[in-house]
């Protein structure tokens, strides 16, 4: 199915898709997302010395801003204006854990956050929604979900390599990140917003209307944190220690 | 670092789920919600979740993982196979990617690939068993400890077997068809039961097959319940007044409701270790909901073992092998290191092996 505004007879006024909301709010997440890795990336380049790694990370940026262009574009397509706010309530905490690194001119700690944890939950739930979303919006999901898998492998390399020189200081350091970062993604994916509006969705929480386009949130929390332990699993912490932290999120 | 041995498990339970769960979260947090460990469980891959140390009572120690398939407790029926062969594929190449030198595949892991390590991802240096030459090992001595402790004379005795033409089901006849007056044969499939009666009766024994399982229940003196179920569904009506009952299946075979005879039921294919067992962090007293230290099924069992005795070799494998000479060298290495027979016990707690004491207990 194609998903266009449809023509109504009766009135014979364009109205859009009944889903077209729906859509409006995920792309509104996907789009913020894609923000704040801009940021993120545009603020590593600030702390990075070689510059190779400098152009490295502004490519980044112009790709995620690409990003954001093209969910834009997916939006126009549905009918809708995609929203997009990066001081919503969890994103401007998850930019704010990013930016403390930054402060601290931690390469490594940047890299966990934006690309073990951001990303991992990015390329997940891009993946899922490519799977049910109709026509171009699914390819587009699809699409960015691979081109964010493809550079999320460089960087696992790079913590690898960091691991090894010292295991327990490199995941004591992962802990903490996982205990900040993931605590926020956890209750940004929970199955309601314990503490109100998450401001960004334009009417009431979209989460309770995923199925409706064929998604729940169980599922994308669910294969979110599957992508999460396998990328951990990448990094080589062992699986009993990433289960509990994981156990230990809130829930 | 190279690890002795590996457990290849899956929980029983969402009971038994959200507790091990809850031991990983620690004291301070509020348990997992039903609804939310329903929702993510399936969703986590393989992985250790603990920590395993057994000591042998010759003084040596193995070390190993104990590796849960996260297979969904309410998801182990046939319309899951699937889904379930590509977890217990996955839980094996983590075991090998661990470097485990023997995965013991515990539960439905083995039932899912039929015991055929060559359904499994290339193992390298790495060796799988079922298990289920020490789980018969252990439900025989059961048996046998039970009826002498009850006076019983085993050839007097019919025994009927539900799940008889299983791997497990299969080895317990062959060892058990010799001692006893009469055995009886219970599964779905017909064809396969035909098969093993006719190998038993060439071997000079009285075998009787049969489908109907309630037809069956009231000839027998001794039951052992080994199919492989989804959940404890199983009834078992009319039985004899006195009946001794080994409920062998993980998850257990017999319906809660199926207790109220006048049988002596315990939960059979346990064993004890006797040089103890260490688990990092410490989910034992949830993995086992026995009453007593040291329990583990057979299957877990015999993986560590055979590492205890230094012996890295797929000792069970495939379906239908297990022969009482097997079943005999195996129990003869658990006991050389101290793994015996579990003390009786079922849902209600310990058995007393008397007859009659056990009346109060199952009701
Ligand atoms: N206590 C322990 O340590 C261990 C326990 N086990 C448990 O023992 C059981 C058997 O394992 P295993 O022998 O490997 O499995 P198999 O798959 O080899 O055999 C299962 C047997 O159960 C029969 N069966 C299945 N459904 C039913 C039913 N509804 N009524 C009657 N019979 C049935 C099958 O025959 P058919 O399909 O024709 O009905 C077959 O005979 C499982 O529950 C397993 O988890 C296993 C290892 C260790
Ligand atoms: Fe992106
Ligand atoms: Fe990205």
Redesign the interface.
């Known amino acids: 199915m194609e998903l266009v505004t449809k023509l109504n007879p009766d009135s014979a006024q364009a109205t859009l898709d009944p889903t077209a909301p729906i859509w409006q709010d995920v792309l509104a997440q996907a789009v913020t997302g894609e923000l704040i890795a801009v940021l993120n990336y545009t603020s590593l380049a600030g702390i990075c010395e070689d510059p190779e790694e400098i152009a490295e990370a502004l490519e980044h940026a112009e790709g995620e801003q690409g990003h954001a262009r093209a969910f834009t574009a997916e939006g126009k397509k549905l009918g809708i204006d995609v929203p997009s706010n990066v001081n919503a309530k969890y994103w401007k905490r998850l930019r704010a854990s990013f930016l403390r690194c930054v402060e601290e001119r931690d390469f490594i700690a940047c890299l966990i956050v934006q690309e073990v944890m951001l990303e991992s939950f990015a390329v997940a739930s891009y993946r899922r929604v490519g799977e049910v979303a109709p026509g171009s919006l699914g390819r587009t999901f699809a699409a960015i979900a691979a081109e964010e898998e493809d550079h999320i492998d460089h960087s696992i390399a790079i913590l690898r390599a960091e691991r090894e020189r010292d295991r327990a200081a490199f995941d004591e350091k992962l802990h903490g990140l996982h205990l900040e970062v993931m605590t926020t993604i956890a209750e940004m994916f929970a199955r309601e917003d314990k503490d109100g509006h998450c401001e960004l969705c334009h009417g009431a929480c979209v989460k309770q209307s995923l199925p409706v386009v064929g998604l729940t949130m169980g599922e994308l929390r669910g294969v979110a944190m599957q992508h999460y332990l396998k990328t951990l699993d990448l990094l080589g912490v062992p699986g009993e220690v990433t289960l509990m932290w994981v156990a230990q999120l809130p829930l | 670092m190279p690890l002795d041995f590996a457990l290849i498990a899956h929980q029983e339970s969402w009971k038994a789920a959200a507790d091990v769960?809850s031991v990983?979260?620690?004291p301070g947090?509020p348990p997992?919600?039903d609804?939310?460990l329903r929702?993510?469980f399936?969703?986590?891959?393989p992985?250790?979740?603990?920590?395993v140390e057994l000591t042998s009572s010759l003084g040596h120690s193995v070390q190993g993982?104990y590796?849960d398939a996260f297979i969904p407790p309410d998801r182990l029926g046939y319309e899951f196979r699937q889904e379930n062969i590509a977890r217990v594929r996955a839980a094996a190449a983590?075991a090998i990617k661990e470097g485990a030198k023997i995965v013991s595949l515990g539960g439905f892991s083995s039932i899912l690939i039929e015991g055929d390590s060559a359904l499994l991802p290339d193992a390298g240096d790495t060796v799988f068993t079922t298990g289920n030459t020490l789980t018969v090992s252990l439900i025989v001595q059961g048996i046998l400890a039970m009826c002498a402790a009850q006076g019983r004379e085993l050839r007097e005795a019919t025994l009927l077997i539900v799940g008889a033409s299983g791997d497990v089901g299969s080895g317990c006849a062959r060892c058990l068809a010799p001692l006893v007056k009469r055995v009886v044969l219970n599964a779905r499939a017909l064809d396969r039961l035909n098969t093993l009666a006719g190998e038993l009766r060439s071997g000079g024994a009285e075998v009787e097959v049969s489908v109907d399982l309630q037809q069956l229940s009231n000839q027998a003196d001794i039951v052992i319940c080994v199919a492989s179920l989804e959940s404890p569904s199983l009834l078992l009506k009319q039985l004899r007044p006195n009946a001794i009952v080994c409920d062998a299946g993980y998850p257990k075979n017999l319906s809660p409701a199926a207790g109220d005879e006048d049988c002596t039921l315990f939960f059979g294919g346990l064993g004890q270790v006797t040089g103890g067992m260490r688990f990092e962090?410490d989910v034992h007293r949830v993995l086992h909901h026995h009453p007593f230290p040291n329990i583990a099924q057979g299957c877990m069992l015999e993986g560590m073992v055979l590492a205890l005795e230094g012996r890295f070799e797929p000792f069970s494998h495939g379906r239908g092998f297990i022969t009482p000479e097997r079943v005999h060298e195996m129990g003869a290495i658990a006991a050389r290191h101290g793994v015996q027979l579990a003390p009786f016990h079922n849902a209600n707690g310990a058995v007393q092996e008397a007859l009659h004491t056990t009346q109060e207990q199952t009701r």
């Open positions: 769960l990983l979260r620690g947090l997992i919600l609804l939310d929702e993510l399936a969703w986590i891959p992985r250790t979740v603990c920590r993982v590796i983590y962090p």
